[in-house]
């Protein structure tokens, strides 16, 4: 627990509280302060719009203790604003609100609309106040309330102040305290701890049994090698050195009976994954062709993935040459893959591939080659150490290949 | 004194404790040691349950199906229509998930935060199953089943043929494929239950945002088996609801079950991943419909094959068949002709079930109707409108029984439309089309007429045969000691202004200040049973039954006023608030006080009931009553990003008698901005495997204040025949006609490329791919031809 | 939707940050205006053990003015430079795009620093500070080093920091009395993540002409000597000179195959070049 302290209302309050603790729910939880709604808990709608030092602030990012020190005025403590008092009454006028429940935090934007915005059109208002939706009313209202609480307060001869009075650099609510060192090292508050590998029996977090399954993203490569088919042939029948290419992926042991547990850990940007799961090997000798079925879960997210990756191997056009023809597929569940910019995950996948069949043709051009020992190849994950350490223009025709969700 | 009563646009009573952020909804509750519940939901469309990992030391705060099993029902709502195949939705699921986002465990803590922490440290082992992820292709024969005991995945098939045939030798018949996106109805605020058990009064009292008190209280009578005296449901403050709110929910039942086995309060706030990703949704449409006319552009006939996706569950009390069957029957729209035929399928998928919202099946029958119109017009080479004033239903015909038996009560249709008109000038509009822009961009004018039933009670609902049938709407008028009046109902207000609207009906009867008369609403405890606020009823069902509570008030009223006055009832009348006699008059507060403070001053023969009447009331004809606009889209379409700007929008409406005006043009404004998001936004995409797309407000797009214009608006007042005052149900119908309107705009500026949108939201990629794929046409057909014309 | 448990810390010394997130014992997140970083720790997208608060460092929220480039301050907010709290050296481009991104509300707390290490393919900061030539300034465990802004976002979500490495400042060139910028961006709605964005500055006196292409899937196309498809910049209308059909080869060779996608990206870069001001 650490301690916050804020300026309220014009009043200072302190309430201990975790790190994690955002200001809405300080404000909501702490104070009681309930004018103060939360509509979606990422930013984007604004109903917790609120001052922080005099300026709008979305209080469900904004972590109370990263404001320590600063002045918070709620909805709750704008009663006596001339404003505020303006916009209450036009509102009411204009009919701009139906259910409430986003009137806070539209009422806080408008007064910086009309504190800040000297002669703004219908569309300037707009366009200021599209950080604050409502459901209901269409904005008419709304739009007009403000238009009318401007237009009468320049009539009156108040000009508006373009920086909303702020005149200090930084976000809003920094700046106000001293410096906070972490508690030491010590375990985590959390109820849950954090997954134990030991715990979990990975085969059985998820089933490979659905023979009918899909992947929702699929990318197709061929390469050639220097090699007789046979070798190349005889390589992929060694998982643990086809796992070894894919960057992140571990196996536990070897396979038993065409199944083996595993993982893979991938890092992209803020975001780690870590999906312990099996995988089912198949391989038909007559048509050299095998796939690599594997499932695995990330318990930190709640999400899944199940990925395949198919080969074949054919001879080349010249003598000692072998073509190799890969197909890799993968589909993401869970938390992970609920959002609609699901350029971005292509965009990761696309990479994790590109870089194993980059291994893969590193570590079978070195067989082929006669080298010795092991190649250097990437090993984990880390999207950003990735591009650092690849040639670009390999990502670049990588993604190339990549195919839209069917 | 300002007019207040039927008809004037008086301010809201509601706006000041909102307005300071002092309104209170579920979230805002706090009681006495309330602790948190968050879920473990299913990460996956499809699956069988394993097992059911809980760490030790966590058990006690982890509830699961085995908990509670003995003392739960799954909810059922069935419909009575034939054939209809019932699915039972379990409370915490066991064996099989059918849903992302369906409830595993109930986790318990200090705060949400720590009850996340706990749901997170929870494992579940899945067998995972191939999802049902679109309905067409639920329905092939091959395709896994959601209820496995079904055989199939079709809750319901209806099918309907009146006199199709004789359409056939019509010489036009134009067949399209239309599609409405599966939507969130997303109001501001989600949901939320907060519940505890009361030791005095041996009662559950749950606090849920909700539209329908009573049906929850019904709903969750029956799902933990305890009697309705035993359990109360207020409904506070509701931050919006669109249908959304009109529903019992599986986490409602878990927190009464929790309530009353921990003894301590609980609550759980749904946040807007969970409302996004395992809440209700809706609208997801798809048509095979074909039209037949003869070249002056009268329709002969219209044949269609709907499909509603209804997801996993049938939910309660709508059941998953509503909004498909409905389908059939509202089709033929606001159009006289003498064919028809139509087949629906409500069909289950992995996907969480939708419910009625804004419009219910009405936005998409709008949409399909409507472009066929156009389509039809394009065909006889007319203008949309006057294929529309064609086949209209004409102001003679009323009451006019349509070719399902709809009963059209009144109204000017092509009226409507002419004034819509009137507000744009076509021609001009026409010579700027031929012109071009000189952005480059393409202007289209589209329009769309519907009619909205609204209000529709018993008969309607018991051919339904679903677990909520409305009967009398019944309201409590009662005088307190010192002249205020209370007005009790059983429906809710949650942005439809009824703490002002029925103080305004109120008062034109009884002619006190609305400042004197206060609403009382969403509290079972306090309120006559109601199935709530939904279907445009409110100010029809609810504003009746104040009107016929206020009038009987008034009768009791004058009865001691008369006697004050010492003469007969007769010869008084309420005027502003007192009772006037042929030589003095009485003040109703003095009447409130004589009879309950000084009783000693009444005659013996004096009334008993006293100044308070709870009654119920019904329309003379309970068929609904059918409002109807018509509403015409300009459009300005970016042929290079897709982009389409609403340079102009024009709603000409008819909703009877308005009880506020300002009200009304809110209702329209706020339906406007939703059938906007409708139209061009709003989407709730699934992949194949049925995970749904769209976890955030950054993914599902709502319209903004740039996005939404302020619209022409027109009223008519038309009366209702069978209602009181002539009011007829508006709150929805905003929301029908926009996607119609702006698709026909869009497609009329694309028909220049010979591109058209048949599916919302008209997103910029889909107007994009529309004039791609034009283009690859144009190309296949004539290459030479293809090269002068604009890409 | 609340964060897992973290510890917290607010260092006032860019050295205490790069001594507490060389800590790799735990999961050590650094975090400005927490505009991004919110929703993903509400989301539990994301799940770090430390936050590092950057904003109590009085040197982070500074700017300082050169004789040929200005050095803004990571924590220095959008507001700030929408609202001239920092010295404009751009004829009017900063200000402008920092008014477009997001709202109002979040452009009081977020970050030019913050944004750029998020590393949204989508946001504007990479694209216009790209444009304009500016330049990021790491501080790590070996000192200092500086990197073209094109360069510090290497793919959707990932900036180019190495272990122990904070971005501490922002350096934007002064651009010259004969400079140009233009910049537009397609969005669905006012606010939204732009689906395609187009930026480019002319800057004859000093021998520039630079041309961006943002919100690909992957970091922004940069035409560094964009003479070639935008002509030297001197042309009354410098979109005279465009050559659409080049702009769209280079995204094909930058990887983006989708036709459409393509169309409005040129058409979004031909805008910018369309809309040059001052005019």
């Not at chain 1, 014009?10 to 809405?24: D, F, K, M, N, Y």
Request: with cysteine; hydrophobic share 40%.
């Amino acid at each position: 627990m650490s301690t916050c302290n804020l300026n309220v209302n014009g009043s200072a309050v302190s309430a201990e509280i975790q790190p994690r603790t955002h200001l809405a729910d300080f404000l909501r939880e702490k104070l009681n302060l309930t004018g103060t709604h939360l509509g979606c808990e990422h930013g984007v709608c604004g109903a917790c719009t609120l001052l922080v030092d005099g300026v709008p602030t979305r209080s469900c990012i904004t972590f109370a203790l990263a404001c320590q020190q600063a002045d918070v005025t709620t909805i709750e403590g704008l009663d006596d604003d001339e404003i505020t008092r303006e916009l209450r009454a036009a509102f009411t006028r204009e009919h701009g609100l139906q259910c409430g429940y986003c009137t806070p935090g539209m009422v806080v934007s408008a007064r910086d609309v009309v504190l800040r915005m000297q002669d703004p059109s219908e569309r300037d208002i707009r366009v200021a106040m599209s950080g604050n939706l409502c459901r209901c009313t269409g904005y008419v209202g709304i739009v007009r309330a403000i238009q009318g609480v401007i237009a009468d307060r320049r009539g009156r001869g108040i000009a508006a102040i373009p920086n909303g009075n702020r005149t200090r650099l930084g976000p809003s609510g920094s700046g106000n305290a001293t410096a906070v060192t972490p508690a030491s090292v010590r375990p985590k508050a959390n109820a849950a701890p954090t997954a134990k590998k030991a715990e979990a029996p990975a085969a059985s977090a998820v089933s490979l049994r659905d023979t009918s399954w899909k992947p929702q993203t699929t990318f197709t490569q061929s390469f050639t090698v220097g090699h007789p088919v046979d070798d190349v042939w005889n390589f992929f029948a060694d998982i643990g050195a086809v796992a070894a290419c894919l960057p992140g992926a571990s196996l536990a042991g070897e396979p038993v009976d065409g199944h083996v547990d595993g993982q893979i850990k991938i890092k992209v940007g803020p975001i780690s994954a870590e999906f312990q799961g099996i995988a089912d090997v198949t391989r038909d000798d007559a048509t050299r062709t095998g796939t690599i079925v594997g499932a695995g879960k990330d318990k930190r997210s709640n999400s899944s993935t199940r990925g395949l990756i198919g080969y074949a191997v054919k001879p080349g056009e010249l003598a000692d040459q072998t073509r190799v023809d890969l197909t890799i597929g993968f589909t993401l569940t869970g938390a992970l893959a609920q959002f609609s910019r699901s350029g971005l995950i292509q965009d990761v996948a696309g990479r994790i591939i590109a870089v194993f069949v980059q291994n893969l043709e590193t570590r079978l051009s070195h067989r082929s080659g006669g080298g010795e020992g092991e190649p250097a190849m990437v090993e984990e994950f880390d999207a950003g150490a990735l591009m650092r350490s690849m040639a670009l223009d390999y990502v670049r025709r990588a993604l190339r290949w990549l195919l839209r969700r069917s | 004194m300002a007019r207040q009563g039927v008809g004037a646009s008086v301010p809201r009573k509601e706006d000041d404790r909102f307005l300071r952020g002092r309104g209170e909804y579920v979230g805002d509750i706090r009681l006495p040691g309330m602790r948190d519940v968050a879920f473990v939901r299913s990460p996956l469309a499809h699956a069988r349950i394993r097992d059911i990992r809980i760490p030790p030391h966590l058990r006690s705060s982890v509830f699961i199906a085995s908990d509670i099993a003995a003392d739960t029902r799954p909810i059922r709502a069935v419909s009575g229509l034939p054939g209809f195949k019932p699915s039972d939705q379990p409370i915490l699921a066991f064996e099989k998930v059918r849903q992302v986002g369906e409830l595993i465990a109930m986790c318990v803590a200090d705060t949400r935060a720590e009850a996340e922490d706990i749901a997170a440290a929870v494992e579940v082992d899945f067998e995972e199953l191939p999802a049902v992820h679109d309905m067409l292709l639920a329905r092939r024969p091959d395709s896994a089943l959601v209820h496995e005991e079904w055989g199939d995945n079709v809750f319901l098939e209806t099918f309907v043929d009146i006199n199709m045939e004789a359409a056939y030798d019509a010489p036009i018949k134009i067949t399209r494929e239309i599609s409405t996106a599966r939507q969130s109805m997303a109001p501001m605020e989600g949901r939320g239950t907060v519940a505890v058990w009361h030791k005095r009064m041996d009662q559950l009292v749950l606090y849920t945002g909700n539209q329908q008190p009573h049906i929850v209280r019904n709903g969750l009578s029956e799902c933990l088996n305890l009697e309705q005296l035993k359990i109360r449901i207020v409904s506070p403050d509701v931050g919006g609801g669109f249908g959304y709110k009109g529903i019992v929910l599986t986490e409602d039942v878990c927190l009464g079950w929790l309530a009353m086995r921990c003894g301590y309060p609980v609550r759980w706030i749904e946040d807007r991943r969970e409302h996004l990703t395992a809440g209700a949704n809706c609208r997801e449409h798809h048509y095979n419909i074909t039209v037949y006319a003869d070249r002056d552009g009268k329709l002969r006939g219209v044949e269609c094959e709907a499909s509603v996706d209804s997801g996993a569950y049938s939910s309660y009390p709508f059941s998953a068949c509503l909004e498909a069957a409905q389908i059939a029957s509202i089709l033929p729209g606001p159009y006289d002709f003498p064919s028809y035929r139509c087949r629906t399928w409500s069909v289950s998928t992995n996907k969480c079930p939708i419910l009625p919202y804004r419009g219910v099946a009405r936005t998409g029958v709008c949409y399909a109707i409507e472009l066929m119109m156009d389509a039809i017009a394009h065909e006889c080479g007319l203008e949309p409108y006057e294929v529309r004033l064609k086949n209209l239903v004409r102001p003679e015909q009323m009451p006019f029984d349509n070719i399902t038996k709809k009963h059209f009560d009144s109204g000017n249709y092509p009226e409507s439309l002419r004034q819509a008109l009137a507000k744009i000038d076509l021609a001009a509009l026409r010579a700027r089309q031929k012109k071009g822009e000189p952005d480059g961009r393409l202007i289209g004018v589209g329009l769309s007429v519907y009619c909205e039933q609204g209000a529709h009670g018993t008969s309607v609902y018991a051919g339904w045969g679903i677990p909520m049938v409305p009967g009398h709407e019944q309201a409590t008028a009662r005088m307190t000691p010192d002249g205020g009046l209370e007005l009790r109902i059983g429906a809710h207000s949650h942005g439809q202004s009824m703490e002002t609207t029925l103080p305004q009906v109120a008062h034109e009867i009884l002619g006190i200040d609305i400042a004197r008369i206060k609403l009382v609403h969403g509290d079972t405890e306090y309120t006559p049973y109601s199935t709530g606020s939904w279907g445009s009823r409110c100010a029809v069902m609810s504003g009746g039954a104040v009107a016929t509570a206020s009038r009987e008030l008034a009768k009791l009223v004058k009865g001691i006023g008369a006697h004050l006055l010492q003469t007969e009832i007769e010869n008084v009348k309420l005027e502003n608030g007192a009772v006037v006699g042929p030589s003095n008059s009485v003040k109703i507060d003095e009447i409130a006080h004589t009879w309950y403070r000084r009783p000693q001053d009444l005659p013996a023969t004096v009334d008993p009931r006293g100044l308070e009447v709870t009654i119920g009331y019904k329309p003379a004809r309970d068929s609904g009553t059918f409002s109807y606009a018509t509403h015409i889209a300009v459009v300005a379409v970016d042929p290079e990003l897709g982009d389409i700007e609403l340079i102009d929008y024009v709603v000409v409406e008819d909703g009877g008698q308005l009880i506020n005006p300002m009200v009304v043009d809110g209702q329209i404004y706020g339906g406007l901005a939703q059938g906007i998001g409708t139209a061009m936004y709003e989407e709730m995409n699934f992949d194949t495997s049925g995970q749904p797309l769209a976890s955030t407000f950054a993914d599902y797009l709502l319209p903004g204040p740039t996005e939404v214009p302020a619209p022409k608006l027109g009223h008519m007042e038309t009366l209702a025949p069978y209602t009181e005052f002539g009011v007829k149900g508006i709150g929805e119908g905003g929301a029908i006609a926009p996607p119609g309107a702006i698709g026909n705009a869009v497609n009329d500026a694309l028909r220049p490329l010979g591109a058209q949108v048949l599916h919302t939201p008209m997103t910029p990629r889909r107007v994009l791919e529309a004039i791609q794929a034009a283009a690859e046409r144009r190309k296949a057909k004539a290459p030479e031809l293809a090269e002068g014309l604009p890409a | 939707m609340k964060p897992v448990n973290f510890d917290y810390a607010r260092p006032d010394a860019v050295d205490a940050v790069i001594r507490l997130i060389a800590d790799d014992s735990r999961t050590v997140k650094m975090m400005a205006g927490s505009q991004s970083l919110g929703p993903m720790l509400n989301l539990r997208l994301v799940q770090p053990d430390l936050i590092v608060d950057l904003t109590g460092i009085e040197e982070l929220r500074c700017f300082s003015d050169g004789a040929d480039e200005i050095s803004i301050g990571a924590c220095v907010t959008h507001a700030d430079i929408e609202d001239l709290r920092v010295t404009d050296v751009t004829r009017g481009a900063l200000p402008t795009v920092a008014n477009g991104i997001a709202y109002r509300a979040v452009r009081n707390r977020g970050t030019i620093g913050g944004s750029l290490t998020h590393a949204d393919p989508s946001a504007d900061w990479h694209s216009i500070l790209a444009a304009v030539g500016a330049k990021v300034v790491l501080r790590g465990p070996a000192g200092e080093r500086t990197v073209a802004v094109e360069d510090y976002m290497v793919g959707a979500l990932e900036a180019d920091l190495r272990p122990g490495e904070v971005l501490v400042r922002v350096v934007v060139p002064r651009l010259s009395k004969s400079a140009r910028w233009g910049y537009y961006k397609s969005c669905r709605k006012t606010g939204e993540f732009a689906h395609a964005i187009g930026a480019f500055m002319t800057d004859p006196d000093r021998g520039v002409s630079r041309a961006v292409i943002g919100a690909t899937e992957s970091r922004p196309v940069v035409i560094a000597t964009a003479s070639d498809v935008i002509g030297d910049g001197r042309a009354p209308r410098p979109s005279d000179s465009f050559d659409g059909g080049a702009v769209g080869e280079i995204l094909e060779k930058a990887g983006m195959v989708d036709p459409l996608d393509k169309q409005t990206h040129v058409a979004a870069l031909r805008r910018a070049i369309e809309q040059a001001r001052p005019q």
